[in-house]
C-alpha cells in the first residue's frame, strides 16, 4: 500500500490476555518502529527495526511486550497477560533506511487498545 | 539524553487569528528538530524539520518554525489559521550523529473556532 497500516484499527480486551498487534511498514523501508501514546504522556518510543533485528528495545516497558519482524516487512507486538495500564494507542512508523535522525518516519493510523 | 518541552497543552485560537506553538529542547549534542501533526483518528504527519542551514524552515499548509539554538527553540508559527488546522502538534528531537531515535513533546492541542 501506499503508507503505513495498522490493524486491528481498535482492540479491546480483558485484563490477563494476550494481544497481537500488527504494522504493515511502506514497501521498501528497511527501518521500523513502535511507539505507545498514552494520554497525558505524550508518545514512548518502544522498539527499532532494522531488518528483521531490533538493535534498540530499550523503550519497552517491561518483559511482557515483545516484538519481531519477519521478511524485513511485517512486525508484530505482542502484549502478555495485559494490565489496564496498558491502554493506549500504539502507534508504528517506517523509514527508508534507519539507524540515524535524519530520516523521516512515516505513521500509521495506530491501533486504540483499551484493557478492561 | 535528549528531552523535548512543549509548554502548552492547548491553545485556543480563532480562525484567521496567528498563532505560535512553543517547544524548548535539551540536549548536550547537536540535534535535528521536527514538527509533527496529528489530525483526529489519524497517525503523525510531518510539518517540517530543521536539519541544518538556514534557521527559518517552512512546511506543509503554511506553517513556519524557527530553530534558535542560544534559546534552545524551535518555535512553531502560522500567520492565519484555518478550522481544518485544529489537532494536536508534536516537537521532536532526534541526535544527529550515530544512531537516534525521535524523542517527543507531550503535544500542544490547537484548537481553531470560528
Known amino acids: 500500500g501506499a503508507g503505513v497500516s495498522q490493524s486491528p484499527s481498535n482492540k479491546v480486551t480483558e485484563k490477563g490476555k494476550d494481544v497481537e498487534l500488527r504494522c504493515d511498514p511502506i514497501s521498501g523501508h528497511t527501518a521500523l518502529y513502535w511507539y505507545r501514546q498514552s494520554l497525558g504522556q505524550g508518545l514512548e518510543f518502544l522498539i527499532y527495526f532494522q531488518g528483521n533485528s531490533a538493535p534498540d528495545k530499550s523503550g519497552l516497558p517491561s518483559d511482557r511486550f515483545s516484538a519481531e519482524r519477519t521478511g524485513g516487512s511485517v512486525s508484530t507486538l505482542t502484549i502478555q497477560r495485559t494490565q489496564q495500564e496498558d491502554s493506549a494507542v500504539y502507534l508504528c512508523?517506517?523509514?527508508?533506511?534507519?539507524?540515524?535522525?535524519?530520516?523521516?518516519?512515516?505513521f500509521g493510523p495506530g491501533t486504540r487498545l483499551l484493557v478492561l | 539524553a535528549q528531552s523535548v518541552t512543549q509548554l502548552d497543552s492547548q491553545v485556543p485560537v480563532f480562525e484567521e487569528a496567528p498563532v505560535e506553538l512553543r517547544c524548548n529542547y535539551s540536549?548536550?549534542?547537536?540535534?535535528?528538530l521536527f514538527w509533527y501533526v496529528q489530525y483526529p483518528n489519524q497517525g503523525l504527519q510531518l510539518l517540517l524539520k530543521?536539519?541544518?542551514?538556514?534557521?527559518l524552515v517552512k512546511g506543509i499548509n503554511g506553517f513556519e518554525a524557527e530553530f534558535n539554538k542560544s534559546q534552545t527553540s524551535f518555535h512553531l508559527r502560522k500567520p492565519s489559521v484555518h478550522i481544518s488546522d485544529t489537532a494536536e502538534y508534536f516537537c521532536?528531537?532526534?541526535?544527529?550523529?550515530?544512531?537516534?531515535?525521535?524523542?517527543f513533546g507531550k503535544g500542544t492541542m490547537l484548537l481553531v473556532s470560528p
Open positions: 512508523a517506517s523509514s527508508l533506511v534507519g539507524g540515524g535522525g535524519v530520516e523521516t518516519q512515516y
Open positions: 530543521y536539519l541544518s542551514g538556514s534557521t
Open positions: 521532536a528531537v532526534s541526535l544527529n550523529s550515530g544512531y537516534s531515535t525521535l524523542t
Open positions: 540536549s548536550s549534542v547537536s540535534v535535528y
